[in-house]
C-alpha cells in the first residue's frame, strides 16, 4: 500500500500529468466543435450520431496508453529508479503498484474527459437547437471510454516496462496508433482483433459485434489480454535486468 501511494504521488506531482490533462480537454473542445458544427440538424438529432459524439471521450485512452509508458520509462529517464528500488526492492511489489497507479489516475482522467464531453456536447446542442437525448444507449461510450483508458494504461505500463526508455517507447506508441493500425487494416477481418481496434470497440460499447469491429466484451477480453502480454513480457525484462540502466 505504501509503494501504491508513492506511485500515486509521483504521477499526480508531475506536470507532465497536467498537461496531458489540458491537451486532451483542448482537443476534445476542438474534435468535438468540429464533428458537432459540421453536422446538419436531422443528423444532430439522431441517436446514432449523438452515440458517436458521446463516444470522443474515448481519446483518454490514448492519454491513457502514453501516462502508463511514462510512469516506467520516467525512472529510467531521470535516473530516480535506483531510489525506487531501494525503497521498494522487491521489483514486482514496485511495478504492480506502478500498474495500479496508472490504471487509478487514468480512470480518474477518462471519467473527466466523459464529463467535459458531455459538457462541450450539451453546450453545442443547446446553441443549435437541438435536444440532446441522455439515455442507456447513448451514456453507453462513456463507461467504454472509462474502461477502454483503463485497459489501455495497462498496457501502456506494459511498453514502458518493456522498452524502459521513455522517447522509444512514446515513438512505438504513436507510430503503431498512427501508421501500423492503419496498416493491420489491410489483414481484412482480423484487424479488429489488433490493440487500436479492440480498445476502439470497448470505447465505442457495442453489445454485438460488425464485420469490422468487436463486440464489447469480446473486444474487454482481447484488450485485457493484450495488457497480461505486454506487462508479463515487460516485467520479465525488468525482473531479469542486473541493474537499471538510463532511459535516455
Known sequence: MNALR????????????????????????????????????????????????????????????????????????????????LAVPVREKLLTAKLAAAVLVVFAIAVLADAATLLIAEVWYHGRGVNLHLGSDTLAPFLGAVGGSMIAAGIGVGVGALLRRQTGAIIAILLWLLIGEGVISAAGDSARFAPGHALGAVVAAHEVGARDMLGVWAAVVVGLLYAAIFCTAGFLVVLNSDAPTSGD
Open 6 to 85: 508513492a506511485e500515486l504521488l509521483k504521477a499526480v506531482t508531475t506536470r507532465l500529468l497536467l498537461w496531458f490533462g489540458l491537451g486532451l480537454l483542448a482537443f476534445l473542445l476542438l474534435v468535438l466543435s468540429i464533428h458537432i458544427g459540421s453536422h446538419d440538424l436531422l443528423s444532430l438529432s439522431q441517436r446514432s450520431t449523438q452515440r458517436s459524439t458521446l463516444a470522443f471521450g474515448g481519446l483518454a485512452a490514448i492519454v491513457g496508453v502514453l501516462i502508463g509508458s511514462l510512469l516506467v520509462t520516467a525512472e529510467y529517464a531521470h535516473g530516480t529508479i535506483n531510489q525506487s528500488l
